[in-house]
């Protein structure tokens, strides 16, 4: 798994595509930071957080669309499905290489909550609440959109399908509002990200929302499993 890891992070920084990443990343919570903290003149970072949902799961699909693509378009898939390596090691080398990445964009918020302290002391359980949940929601969406990835050769569909589930995700409240059937409405809204993600931002650790998005990272990385063992042996 360690030399899967060392190649995915290498290749975040060998090419544009680490820094485009961090970039937008950086742009976005720090005009939110900015606006929302300084301009606002709040120590509450939970709206920042709660504005960068959507630039999380739009961003993560930039980090996921070549850890499988790109080996398959390159034709260096087969090398790596024959290596000795087990395909629960390439698959948790390929996740943690990208959530590693991640982690590198969240890390900015610890840089912000270190500004505030000299205006005023922020709510350092409600910041790492917000931190640990954006982090949990990071891989949640990596391991989606790393099976999203294991499915096609082409970076720039694997980046589109991603980006679209995403969305799909965001909005999934509003979606299920539109629903009559009660029963599939209230199906709908219990799988939604947005809610279980809120009691993070409000510094609440909770059980089942935790269990919620590991279960959900669990079931996509096992199905990441299930088509690269497939692909050996076909």
Not at 18 to 32: D, N, T
């Amino acid at each position: 798994m360690t030399a899967i890891l060392k190649k995915e992070l290498s290749s975040y920084f060998t090419s544009a595509i680490g820094y485009v990443v961090m970039a937008v990343y950086y742009f976005f919570a720090g005009l939110f930071f900015y606006f929302y903290c300084i301009v606002g003149n709040s120590k509450d970072m939970a709206s920042l957080f709660s504005n960068m949902f959507m630039i999380t799961v739009l961003v993560i699909p930039i980090i996921t669309m070549r850890t499988f693509s790109e080996e398959k378009k390159q034709k260096t898939d087969q090398a790596l499905l024959t290596s000795p390596l087990g395909l629960g090691e390439i698959v948790a080398g390929k996740f943690f290489g990208s959530l590693i990445m991640f982690i590198c964009c969240v890390g900015i918020y610890v840089l912000f909550a270190l500004t505030l302290t000299f205006y005023s002391a922020p709510d350092w359980s409600v910041f790492l609440g917000n931190l640990l949940g954006t982090i949990i929601l990071g891989a949640t969406m990596i391991s989606i959109d790393i099976f999203i990835s294991s499915l096609t050769e082409s970076m720039i569909i694997s980046a589109i399908v991603s980006m679209c589930f995403g969305l799909v995700i965001f909005f999934i409240d509003s979606i299920s509002q539109l629903i009559s059937v009660t029963w599939i409405s209230t199906a709908i809204s219990s799988i939604s990200f947005v809610d279980h993600y809120s009691n993070f931002t409000k510094g609440i650790l909770s059980v089942a929302d935790t269990v919620f998005f590991l279960s959900i990272i669990a079931l996509f990385n096992f199905l990441t499993l299930r088509v690269l063992e497939k692909r050996r042996w076909s």
